[in-house]
């Protein structure tokens, strides 16, 4: 059982946009930056946004991120095929002492 | 362009030790925080030990916390993780992972990933 919950599954049609929730606590996403990572099939896995909402350079505006309180999304418009795969979110627990990771939610391009 | 090529996988049985290592190009190795991280199968990515720039200081998830040995050799380039006293639940595939800091402590900044090399723990 992952320390921030993420929905197991989510899906849209090309073109929608698509909301991806991460929730945690007072002493991970409620003290610090989350991070949201891509995991396609076959690849390693990629940053997409750290410091909750900051982009790494190559990575499509597209995609963004927020938080409030103990919750962080991840936005993905115009969605397309070949966004399909896992997405985990991520951040430090302060309790644990250690950066810890969502579930994962699977995106399904209907 | 970073590369992260992780080797050193591959099947052991229940209680003994297996040692993998990472390769790094395209960055200054010597100058930033290195992670292990790891995907169990059909489960999510769990964080399991980071180090810092110069060895400074390191950390490691309560799971593996005296089983496991986190270290690197900026000389050569390469991280390595040191795996003792394997368990059954071990069996994963095993990322390396760079960091956009220097440092590991307080963040998750897993900047670039290596492909991942498989460990099956089995008797």
């Known amino acids: 059982q992952s320390v921030l919950t993420q929905p197991p599954s989510a899906s849209g049609t090309p073109g929608q946009r698509l909301t991806i929730s991460c929730s945690g606590t007072?002493?991970?996403?409620?003290?610090?930056?989350v991070s949201w990572y891509q995991h396609l099939p076959g690849t390693a896995p990629k940053l997409l946004i750290y410091?909750?909402?900051q982009r790494p350079s190559g990575v499509p505006d597209r995609f963004s991120g927020s938080a409030s309180g103990y919750s962080a999304s991840l936005a993905i418009t115009g969605l397309r095929s070949d966004d399909e795969g896992e997405y985990y979110c991520?951040?430090?627990?302060?309790?644990?002492?250690?950066?810890?990771f969502g579930g994962g939610t699977k995106v399904t391009v209907l | 362009e970073v590369q992260l090529v992780e080797s050193g996988g591959g099947f052991v049985q229940p209680g003994r030790s297996l040692s993998l290592s990472c390769g790094a190009s395209?960055?200054?190795?010597?100058?930033?925080?290195m992670h292990w991280v790891r995907q169990s199968p059909g489960k999510g990515l769990e964080w399991l030990a980071g180090?810092?720039?110069?060895?400074?200081?390191?950390g490691y998830a309560e799971s593996v916390k005296g089983r496991f040995t986190i270290s690197r050799d900026d000389d050569k380039n390469s991280l390595f993780l040191q795996m003792n006293s394997l368990r059954p639940e071990d069996t994963a595939v095993y990322y390396c992972?760079?960091?956009?800091?220097?440092?590991?402590?307080?963040?998750?900044?897993?900047?670039?990933w290596g492909q991942g090399t498989l460990v099956t723990v089995s008797s």
């Open positions: 410091r909750t909402n």
């Open positions: 992972a760079k960091d956009m800091r220097n440092g590991w402590y307080r963040g998750a900044y897993f900047e670039s």
């Open positions: 007072s002493s991970n996403i409620g003290s610090d930056f």
């Open positions: 991520a951040a430090w627990d302060d309790s644990l002492s250690g950066p810890v």
């Open positions: 395209g960055f200054s190795f010597e100058e930033y925080a």
């Open positions: 180090i810092s720039w110069r060895s400074n200081s390191r």
